[in-house]
Every structure is written in structure tokens, then in C-alpha cells.
């Protein structure tokens, strides 16, 4: 660990005042609550294009995705393949959906068409997917700059939550999304600025980089074989595409941007913008950790430094000299993935480049946490404040309530990444958490949306088949031996797909069974 030098803190702060400042010149227009969550419906369709690719553009992909490749292989961008298909189904349907409801939040309809239950269990489904995302966001970042400063990731949470939590109060959604176009281009030129460092310190360069990729065939997708055990190619394919339609179809991050957006149109434009950039953005992370590991191949006394770490966390306080060496010794590239990227940051990046390669982690985490943060306050007073505690709140109170809820969910979400201290992958956390969070609302949008005929009795019957179901598929793991019989056989990113389709094909079951006993009766 080392300090960073002068220039690049200087970089760093620049950086931030300027996204302060943004918050601070958009604070003049947020004099009510529908600028604060719709920016007035006047934001053009490339910009939400951009805001929603910064938003998918994450620390999680930053730092997760080249820790995946580097002690995997390139599974994981499967689930960017899926998202074309999603998007297509997500501009025909559900933007004119939204656009047509009129209603900011994308939970209202279910309780028109449900009932209020509908309603509070999709927003709570949200709002812990919410904490998680910004959880392993701010983990994300700290795991990166404690590498960098030697501070601890508790105070770099502390400190970069409360830079964002003061320019998201400040500006609101228009902040938020003007701040991830600048986010989008910063982390973007930031990615490919590793991948210049990276091969022009490789030895023998390219052709080096493939040979060893190939020999370790870190450029597979994963089996084509129809295996739902382990995490094969048709596993995460069908994981990204359920969770690319929950995030296009039901995540108040995306949906709430089709309400700044002039038209359906430009709202559609914005979607497929996003598809189009974040495909080939999220393939270069994943060439990025296959080089990192084929340049720590060359180089593997460099990476010592990072199996001594690890060792360390992993073994108790007094453990003795040889037990830290058979347990560095036993270490494997996936073991610590995540440390890579901050190591060679801290290596090999010249002074003044870390400065900016920081500054494009931090865009990378402050794009997702602060509009996460605007769309949990947009929720929590639409669906709950104003539905069960003070329905007829005026128009100040209202803009108060949701000052005060960003700042509530950015102080959660803080406590969320300190909980995750100590993770074996970012990535993985963020997919198993989200995949069970979201499965449920998921399942009951689909339901509602397609089979018109489904009453409030039938959907409750199969959301409580699926939430038992998505219990049993998370928690069965941990039965005793005796029990393994009884164990979810899938692997855990199956959870959503498994989940949702219960919800909706249960519901749907349950619908032709009625409708025939009203037919026999009738």
C-alpha cells in the first residue's frame, strides 16, 4: 500500500468538486417533487442512453468482472449477450406501459391490478435489491482505494457516501443522469486506459496475451452442454436474461428514466443506446482480466505480495510462518480475483494516470449508488409514505421527505458494503443477491401484464408457492448431510429463473382451474 502523490489526489478532488458542483447547479430547478424524480420528462434519449449504461457500468463490472475473467474465463459475458432480447421485449412493451400509466413509480398498477399486497411486497423486493447494489458498489470502490491509500474501507465508504449523498439531494434525477453521461465517458476512456498499460508492460504483447488465454482457455463462454448444476453457458444466459427483463421491466432505476425522457420513443432509443455500448464496454473488462493473468503469468513474483494478503485475512491473527506459506501456496487465481486490478493500479500505473483510473472507479460506483439512492426515495415516498403513513402530504413536504430518504438509503447502503467486508467475489455476491430479490416481482409483473384473466386470489396463491420456493433454493444449502436429498440441485443463479417461472406458470395454472369450475357451475 502506498500514498497516492499529490497530482493525482489533486486529480481526484477535481473530480468530485465538479460532480458536487453539478448537483449544486441543478439544485436551482429542483423546486418541486416532479423535477426532483422526472427532471420534467425534458432529458433527450441519448443522454438516458448514457445514464443507464453508466448505471450498468459499475464498480461491480469495473473491479468484478476483470477479478472473474482473470481467475476464470469469460462465462460471465454471456449475460451480456442475453441482453438484446430483453431490451427488444422491454421497448415494445413495457416503455409504452410506463409512459402510459403516467404513474413515477413501477409498482403502482400492481396494486390496480392485485391489490395493495401486490404493491408493498414488489417494493420491498426493490428495495432490499436496492441495498444490495449499493452494498457491493461502495465494497467495490473501498476494496479499490484502500489498495491505493492504505486508509481503511470504512472511511473511504463514509467519505464517498456523503460526496454523493450531498450532489444527488442537490440536483435530483437531472443531476444524476447528466453526472452519469460524464460518469459513461470517464469510465469508459479509464477501462481502456488499463488495457494500454497493461499490454504495452506485457512481454511479447498480444500474441503473448492469446497464447496464454488459449492455453488456459480463459476465452470460453462456459460448457454448451445442457448443464443447470453448474454455472455453464445456458445457466447464465437464462440468469441475464431474466435479470436484464427485471432490470428493463420492473427496477425504478430504469423505469424512472423513461419519465424524463420527451416520448416513448426517445425512451426506447435510450434502451437500446445502453445495449449497444455496454455489450462491447463489459467485453473489454473481460479482456482485461485475461491479460492481467497473462501478464502475472510472465510475472508471477509480483503477484506475491497479493497471496499474502489474502493468506492473512483468511488465517487467525497468530497463525505461524508456515502456516501463511502452505496457505499462499494452496491460493488459486480465483481465490483473489478482486485484488488484481487495484494491484496493478498500484504497481505499475505511472503517476498522474492513477489519478484518472481512480477517478473512473469512483464515476463507476457514484453512477449506480446515486441513482439508486434517487429511485429507493422515489419508492419509499410514492408506495409508502405517501400510501400508509401521510397520504396528503403538500408539495414541500413531499421534496423534504425525499431529501430525506436519499439521504436515509445513502447512509444504508454504507452499512450494507461494510457488511460485506471480507467477500471471496463482488460479482458473485451482487448475482446471487440480486437473482433472489428479484425473482418474486419478476414473476408477478409477467403475470400481471400477460395473463389478464388472473385475479388477486390466484396471485397471491402462486407469489407464496414462489417465495417459498426461492427460500427453499437459497437456503437448502445449508441442511445437514442427512438431508442433501433435499438440497436445491441447481446452481444458485437459477434462483431467478426458477423462481419467476413458478410465480407466473402457477398463477396462470391456477386461473384455468377457476375459469373451468365456473364453466361446470355455470
Request: net charge positive.
Amino acid at each position: 500500500m502506498r500514498g497516492l502523490p499529490i497530482f493525482d489526489l489533486a486529480i481526484i478532488f477535481i473530480y468530485l468538486v465538479g460532480m458536487i458542483l453539478v448537483g449544486v447547479y441543478f439544485s436551482r430547478k429542483n423546486k418541486n417533487s416532479e423535477q426532483f424524480t422526472k427532471a420534467s420528462g425534458l432529458i433527450p434519449g441519448w443522454a438516458i442512453g448514457l445514464s443507464i449504461y453508466a448505471t450498468f457500468l459499475s464498480s461491480n463490472t469495473f473491479l468484478g468482472v476483470p477479478g472473474k475473467a482473470f481467475g476464470g474465463n469469460w462465462n460471465a459475458f454471456v449475460f451480456s449477450i442475453s441482453m438484446p432480447l430483453a431490451a427488444w421485449i422491454a421497448s415494445k412493451y413495457f416503455v409504452p406501459f410506463y409512459r402510459n400509466t403516467g404513474e413515477i413509480s413501477a409498482y403502482t398498477h400492481l396494486e390496480n391490478r392485485f391489490g395493495a399486497w401486490a404493491r408493498l411486497y414488489a417494493v420491498v423486493c426493490f428495495l432490499l435489491t436496492q441495498l444490495a447494489r449499493m452494498g457491493s458498489i461502495f465494497f467495490g470502490i473501498a476494496l479499490s482505494l484502500q489498495a491505493l491509500t492504505g486508509y481503511s474501507m470504512q472511511m473511504i465508504m463514509i467519505v464517498m457516501g456523503i460526496c454523493i449523498i450531498f450532489y444527488t439531494v442537490l440536483g435530483g434525477i437531472e443531476a444524476v443522469i447528466w453526472t452519469e453521461v460524464v460518469q459513461a465517458v470517464v469510465k469508459t476512456f479509464g477501462a481502456l486506459l488499463i488495457l494500454y498499460l497493461i499490454i504495452t508492460n506485457m512481454p511479447g504483447g498480444v500474441s503473448k496475451i492469446v497464447e496464454i488465454g488459449n492455453s488456459a482457455s480463459k476465452f470460453s463462454l462456459g460448457s454448451f452442454s445442457p448443464d443447470f448444476v453448474n454455472s455453464s453457458f445456458w445457466v447464465v444466459l437464462l440468469y441475464g436474461f431474466f435479470i436484464n427483463l427485471n432490470n428493463f421491466g420492473m427496477d425504478q432505476n430504469y423505469i424512472q428514466r423513461y419519465h424524463t425522457a420527451s416520448s416513448s420513443k426517445e425512451a426506447s432509443k435510450s434502451i437500446w443506446l445502453c445495449v449497444w455500448l455496454y455489450i462491447p464496454a463489459s467485453l473489454l473488462f473481460f479482456v482485461i482480466g485475461s491479460c492481467l493473468y497473462a501478464y502475472y503469468e510472465v510475472n508471477p513474483d509480483l503477484v506475491q505480495s497479493i497471496k499474502h494478503q489474502v493468506a492473512l485475512e483468511r488465517l487467525p491473527i497468530h497463525s505461524s510462518a508456515d502456516e501463511i506459506l502452505r496457505m499462499e501456496s494452496s491460493l488459486q487465481p480465483a481465490d483473489y480475483g478482486d485484488k488484481i486490478m487495484p494491484h496493478f493500479m498500484v504497481t505499475k500505473i505511472p503517476i498522474g494516470l492513477v489519478g484518472l483510473i481512480v477517478s473512473a472507479i469512483l464515476s463507476a460506483a457514484m453512477s449506480t449508488i446515486s441513482s439508486g439512492m434517487n429511485a429507493s426515495a422515489t419508492v419509499f415516498s410514492v408506495d409508502i409514505y405517501k400510501r400508509y403513513i401521510k397520504p396528503g402530504v403538500t408539495e414541500k413536504q413531499n421534496l423534504s421527505l425525499l431529501h430525506f430518504a436519499t439521504v436515509g438509503f445513502g447512509l444504508l447502503g454504507m452499512i450494507a458494503g461494510i457488511a460485506m467486508i471480507g467477500v471471496k467475489s463482488i460479482l458473485d455476491v451482487w448475482w446471487e443477491l440480486s437473482g433472489i430479490f428479484a425473482a418474486g416481482m419478476l414473476g408477478l409483473f409477467l403475470l400481471g401484464i400477460v395473463s389478464r384473466k388472473t385475479k388477486n386470489h390466484e396471485a397471491i396463491i402462486a407469489t407464496m408457492i414462489g417465495i417459498v420456493v426461492i427460500i427453499w433454493m437459497t437456503l437448502s444449502s445449508l441442511l445437514p448431510a442427512q438431508y442433501e436429498l433435499l438440497r436445491n440441485p441447481l446452481h444458485k443463479n437459477m434462483i431467478i429463473v426458477v423462481g419467476t417461472l413458478t410465480i407466473f406458470l402457477m398463477g396462470i395454472i391456477l386461473t384455468k382451474i377457476k375459469n373451468r369450475k365456473l364453466k361446470s357451475v355455470g
